[in-house]
């Protein structure tokens, strides 16, 4: 079992930049795929990115792809999402998910959930 805790979130202008952060407790943290996902009011939660368990390959929907990038550092348990060239439409709470079995795209794909940070950009 995973706990997880978004940091970083916060009001930024357009154009801007955000890193947010997600940090782990629990055992084998290398051992989980570990995505992104967004959600703003009375929309779905929508996918943002993944990496796999180790870092090696990630990927992106193209509504964020050369704009967002994941990573992770398992020797801290932490996973980020750098966010570059903001735009007002990716408001939203973000969350970090966990998962033992792989890295999809689909929310119901991750069993661990952190509470998720708020970002909003301005016009």
């Known amino acids: 079992q995973v706990q997880l805790v978004e940091s970083g979130g916060g009001l930024v202008p357009a154009g801007g930049s955000l890193r947010l952060s997600c940090a782990a407790s629990g055992r084998a943290f290398s051992s989980y795929a570990m995505g992104w996902f967004r959600q703003a009011p009375g929309k779905e939660r929508e996918f943002v990115a993944a990496i796999s368990w180790g870092g090696s390959s990630s990927y992106y929907p193209d509504s964020v792809k050369g704009r967002f990038t994941i990573s992770r550092d398992d020797a801290k348990k932490t996973v980020y999402l750098q966010m570059n060239s903001l735009k007002p439409g990716n408001t939203a709470v973000y969350y970090c998910?966990?998962?033992?079995?792989?890295w999809g795209s689909g929310p119901n794909e991750y069993e661990y959930w952190g509470q998720g940070t708020q970002v909003t950009v301005s016009s």
């Open positions: 998910a966990a998962d033992l079995r792989g």
